[in-house]
């Protein structure tokens, strides 16, 4: 079985340099629900940023946002504040995030007229989702409990986010997604090479979008493959 890109090895050196500022804000007087509902936030800020074409403003976003994910449960750990509710409103408000920020870039996408974007990031919503939803429900049936579903496939949300915000950043530099069918089709002439750049961003945006669903749903069968491993021969027969 494949394992994560992100190897436990990188997660806890991560963990370590996001502990510091962590404390910061544990010393600020925030707790670690708190922090939750603030990368909450985040995502919805994104989202916005998403929702009007301010396509490097979201990506920028989804980084931060992706950071400051870390420090939740970073503080939980250090403040021996690990609970039961925390682990739930931090696994809930992740997938919220993450929904309402493709929520966003589709309809960004469809304020464009790139109508394809919006069906990519469908398709990327479900297919993420699955990954969260094979792991949570494969734990509460005790395959793999703790942690270990999240080193298993090739691209949890760590990975996913990675992608997102680099797509984001690029699509944004170059100038954003547009309808190039329509700005064709209104001109009498069509479109020339000076044109590309419209064509190239949704591209991008197609190659971002696209790569997530792909990757979710090779990272879903992989969980799935992993679990039905784990069942004694003649249960599953």
């Known amino acids: 079985m494949i394992g994560s890109l992100v190897s436990p090895e990188v ?5 370590g ?3 510091p500022i962590a404390l910061a804000f544990g010393r600020m007087g925030l707790t670690p629900n708190a922090l939750t509902v603030i990368g909450f936030g985040i995502s919805v800020i994104a989202a916005i940023s998403a929702a009007q074409q301010l396509w490097i403003a979201a990506g920028l976003l989804v980084i931060f946002g992706g950071i400051f994910d870390l420090f939740d449960g970073a503080l939980a750990r250090a403040t021996n504040r690990v609970s039961r509710l925390g682990a739930f409103l931090d696994s809930v408000f992740d997938r919220a995030g993450e929904a309402v920020l493709y ?11 790139f109508q394809e974007g919006a069906i990519l990031a469908a398709a990327a919503t479900a297919a993420s989702f699955m990954v969260s939803y094979t792991r949570a429900k494969s734990e509460s049936l005790g395959f793999t409990p703790g942690t270990g579903m999240a080193n298993v496939g090739i691209a949890p949300r760590e990975v996913r986010l990675v992608i997102l915000a680099v797509g984001l950043l690029l699509v944004g ?6 309808d190039f069918a329509g700005l064709c089709a209104s001109r009498p002439e069509g479109c020339d090479a000076d ?7 949704n591209f991008l945006m197609t190659l971002t979008l696209g790569s997530i669903a792909v990757l979710a749903t090779v990272t879903t069968i992989q969980r799935i493959v992993h679990v039905v491993r784990q069942q004694p021969s003649e249960e599953h027969q």
Do not use: H, K
């Open 11 to 15: 997660r806890a050196r991560v963990r």
């Open 17 to 19: 340099l996001a502990l």
């Open 103 to 113: 929520l966003g870039i589709a309809i960004g996408c469809l304020r464009a007229g």
């Open 173 to 178: 530099v170059f100038g954003g997604v547009q």
């Open 195 to 201: 044109d590309g750049s419209a064509m190239t961003n």
